[in-house]
């Protein structure tokens, strides 16, 4: 039995964790919910109980907690994760402030596990929710072919910007003017998220770029990435094109796809059967379709990827690494 602590417990993430890992039925002795101070004294559901929020210090975070999950940001992680693992906590943070940190594991439990490395840091890295689903279906293509390029683009719902992105798209449904995003989201689309860098990219395309590069160990990879900002609630949408080394076949294609964990194919043009976001919604599962040669090189291919960006894309992923740290039964001090 373990003692977990979720820090930003009342956020979109944080809430969607204690969520998840009531519904993986996860063998919790305590579960601890921290957030801000404005949050305390509020209470959230768990296993038919009421937990009462508590202010996140660095004195709540005890030798006694196995694992903190991280949902408040990088400035707070940034802040109190380090703390949490000189105590002996294992820290798995959701933020983007580690994820580069060469001594940070940055990881997908479907293909990377193999990073972590407790005697070396507590602390691992939750990936960016767009990198998420697009790193499960790259990886598995490369154990048939080498990946010589690939290009993504983005189309992400609003509730990647939390609550406030889900309450501007209501606003402009009722004809108000927008809080969370320069422009209206409402019967729009915006491309760009996050702030522009020098090169033109945005921070969030650059993060695509460097995390596929660190989770794939492919840190030459050639990668390009558009993120663009769509009215839709709830998941992320990623078309991505990528070019490989040597002739394969789509069945080829097909076949390593739905043989990898976390991915479920939803491909037959005939029915119209292809990933949406409403269908993707709820569930962990990485969504791919429209699976498709190139018209002019045939070392190049095209999909179309959807995953529930709050629960795959960023609290899903931490609990599952979570679990496989419990199953596979580390100790954690």
């Not at 293909?111 to 602390?123: C, G, R, S, V």
């Amino acid at each position: 039995m373990y003692t977990i602590a979720v820090c930003g417990a009342t956020g979109a993430v944080g809430r969607k964790i204690v969520e998840i890992i009531e519904e993986y039925n996860l063998p919790v002795k305590e579960l601890r919910l921290l957030a801000s101070a404005r949050s305390k004294g509020k209470s959230v559901p768990f296993r038919q109980q009421q937990l009462i929020i508590e202010e996140l210090t660095a004195e709540q975070l005890t030798a006694d907690i196995d694992f903190a999950l991280f949902a408040a940001g990088g400035a707070i992680s940034e802040k109190f994760a380090p703390i949490a693992a000189q105590n002996g906590i294992i820290v798995i943070d959701n933020s983007s402030i580690f994820r580069m940190d060469t001594d940070i594991p940055l990881v997908v439990p479907e293909i990377n596990p193999q990073a972590i490395d407790l005697t070396a840091n507590k602390i691992i890295a939750n990936p960016n929710c767009s990198t998420i689903q697009s790193v499960l279906p790259l990886a598995a293509i490369q154990k048939i072919a080498n990946l010589t390029r690939v290009d993504y683009i983005t189309y992400q719902a609003v509730s990647g910007a939390g609550q406030n992105g889900i309450t501007d798209l209501e606003r402009g449904e009722k004809g108000l003017a927008p809080a969370q995003f320069d422009y209206s989201i409402y019967n729009n689309v915006i491309p760009q998220i996050d702030v522009f860098l020098e090169n033109g990219y945005t921070k969030e395309e650059v993060k695509m770029i460097t995390e596929t590069q660190k989770i794939l160990n492919l840190p030459t990879l050639p990668i390009s990435a558009t993120c663009v900002r769509v009215p839709v609630k709830n998941s992320h949408s990623v078309d991505i094109s990528f070019t490989v080394d040597k002739k394969i076949s789509l069945l080829e294609i097909r076949d390593i796809l739905e043989k990898s964990p976390g991915i479920t194919v939803v491909d037959d043009p005939h029915t119209l059967k292809y990933p949406m976001p409403l269908d993707a919604s709820g569930f962990d599962e990485v969504f791919v379709g429209r699976i498709r040669q190139d018209l002019y090189n045939p070392l190049q291919f095209h999909m179309f990827v959807v995953a529930d960006n709050l629960r795959k894309g960023a609290a899903s992923n931490a609990v599952q690494i979570m679990r496989y740290l419990m199953e596979h039964a580390t100790s954690t001090k």
